[in-house]
């Protein structure tokens, strides 16, 4: 199994920068790609962005360019780092992990989520 703790939510106003981390623990091995996802009010949870244990990354389009994943295996720890911070990305921040189990099942784990308030 995989625990994810996530930190670094908070309020900021627009054009400002907050960083998120997600710590890991538990069969941290076993962990194939980690994944940042946000979920506003009454909206659905949609992709922020994606990082493989080889470094290959992928992004939500809404932000390209502005935010950055990646991770620190030495600390298992992953980040994002998010600039030019707009009100519409106002949401509860998502860490996941997904795993191979012991017996070679994909399974996924989840954060207990940090909110992020961009004020105009």
């Known amino acids: 199994q995989v625990q994810l703790v996530e930190s670094g939510g908070g309020l900021v106003q627009a054009g400002g920068s907050l960083r998120l981390s997600c710590a890991a623990s538990?069969?941290?091995?076993?962990?194939?790609?980690m994944y940042w996802y946000r979920q506003a009010p009454g909206e659905q949870r949609d992709l922020v962005a994606g990082i493989t244990k080889s470094g290959s990354t992928k992004y939500g389009d809404s932000v390209k360019g502005r935010f950055t994943i990646s991770r620190d295996n030495t600390k298992n720890t992953m980040y994002l780092q998010m600039n030019s911070l707009k009100p519409e990305d106002t949401a509860v921040y998502y860490c996941?992990?997904?795993?191979?189990?012991?017996?070679?099942?994909?399974?996924?784990?989840w954060g207990q989520g940090t909110q992020v308030t961009v004020s105009s």
């Open positions: 538990g069969s941290i091995d076993s962990i194939v790609r």
């Open positions: 996941a992990a997904l795993f191979h189990t012991s017996v070679g099942l994909e399974e996924d784990s």
